[in-house]
């Protein structure tokens, strides 16, 4: 049984998601996730519109203007459920991990 597209996401996944709570442009995208992640998870462009374009077919963020070359996007509820989904499945590995050891 082949593994569901976004069941879990990759680290750069996430804070591209997290980004995206408020309304942004792929250049504000990077340098949010700068910011957010203190200068430890860096998305070159190529990434990043790659998987924006993903995200968009699977109605997790939607575009909300196009000014010129520069579009803006902005989470959806249904991208929203996929963030939560992955931070309690990183919770419970967390968990996991300390009552282990």
């Known amino acids: 049984m082949p593994r569901q597209r976004?069941?879990?996401l990759t680290e750069q996944m996430f804070y591209i998601l997290m980004a995206l709570k408020e309304e942004c442009?792929?250049?504000?995208i990077m340098e949010r996730v700068r910011t957010i992640t203190?200068?430890?998870v860096q998305i070159?462009?190529?990434?990043?519109?790659?998987?924006?374009?993903q995200f968009q077919e699977e109605g997790m963020i939607r575009q909300t203007r196009v000014e010129g070359r520069r579009r803006s996007y902005i989470l959806t509820d249904h991208g929203l459920a996929v963030l939560e989904q992955e931070y309690r499945r990183i919770q419970t590995q967390a968990e996991l991990?300390?009552?282990y050891f």
């Open 44 to 53: 070159g462009p190529g990434t990043l519109y790659n998987l924006l374009d």
């Open 6 to 8: 976004f069941q879990t």
């Open 25 to 28: 442009c792929g250049t504000d």
């Open 97 to 99: 991990y300390r009552r």
């Open 38 to 40: 203190e200068g430890t």
